[in-house]
T-cell receptor
Framework: SQTIHQWPATLVQPVGSPLSLECTVE??????LYWYRQAAGRGLQLLFYSVGIGQISSEVPQNLSASRPQDRQFILSSKKLLLSDSGFYLCAWSGGNSNQPQHFGDGTRLSIL | AQSVAQPEDQVNVAEGNPLTVKCTYSVSGNPYLFWYVQYPNRGLQFLLKYITGDNLVKGSYGFEAEFNKSQTSFHLKKPSALVSDSALYFCAVRGPTSGTYKYIFGTGTRLKVLA
């Protein structure tokens, strides 16, 4: 069966520090991969998605970036974190067909001090 | 443009009573519709989906949803609510057009089941 792993679960970082969040998927190949941010336990904001290795689509201009160095690995990065980057970051994957649901990791709670 | 609306920020229901969480959508063509549940500090869990066919879809944990094309709605229902159903619920839509990789989520409805 397919599984998705996200780490770390929680992270506290000072303003201006770099960021790297990692997400990996097991049990499937060529998944569509997504990064979301969720503020205050409410709506989801799509940050990036990827339909293949090296293919990244950005939804929101900001100081975050994403990379997909391997088929089942998706990384969210920043060179210098801002206070506004605090939030709950969720990684998700889906199959290639439009009628398939997304499957989410358990998220990373990021606090910026 | 595709959109999803969840008109209620919060729904309160007594344990044992039926529950309904509302969702309406706007999409070109026939939609693919999904419901997810989120517990505190966890990711979203898939509950059920509507693709085509029977308008009443059954999913996990006793939940079901009714697709109504004329009202463009996809309401989540459960005949008898449990306290453990208290969580945040999201409706989502994905268009059938090939190459549409994005899922459009509603803003979420917090369900509170009172003992």
């Amino acid at each position: 069966s397919q599984t998705i792993h996200q780490w770390p679960a929680t992270l506290v970082q000072p303003v201006g520090s770099p960021l790297s969040l990692e997400c990996t998927v097991e049990g499937t190949s060529n998944p569509n991969l997504y990064w979301y941010r969720q503020a205050a336990g409410r709506g989801l904001q799509l940050l990036f998605y990827s339909v293949g290795i090296g293919q990244i689509s950005s939804e929101v201009p900001q100081n975050l970036s994403a990379s997909r160095p391997q088929d089942r690995q998706f990384i969210l990065s920043s060179k210098k974190l801002l206070l506004s980057d605090s939030g709950f970051y969720l990684c998700a994957w889906s199959g290639g067909n439009s009628n398939q649901p997304q499957h989410f990791g358990d998220g990373t709670r990021l606090s910026i001090l | 443009a595709q959109s999803v609306a969840q008109p209620e920020d919060q729904v309160n229901v007594a344990e044992g009573n039926p529950l309904t969480v509302k969702c309406t959508y706007s999409v070109s063509g026939n939609p693919y519709l999904f419901w997810y549940v989120q517990y505190p500090n966890r990711g979203l869990q898939f509950l059920l989906k509507y693709i085509t066919g029977d308008n009443l879809v059954k999913g996990s944990y006793g939940f079901e949803a009714e697709f109504n094309k004329s009202q463009t709605s996809f309401h989540l229902k459960k005949p008898s609510a449990l306290v453990s159903d208290s969580a945040l619920y999201f409706c989502a839509v994905r268009g059938p057009t090939s190459g549409t990789y994005k899922y459009i989520f509603g803003t979420g409805t917090r369900l509170k089941v009172l003992a």
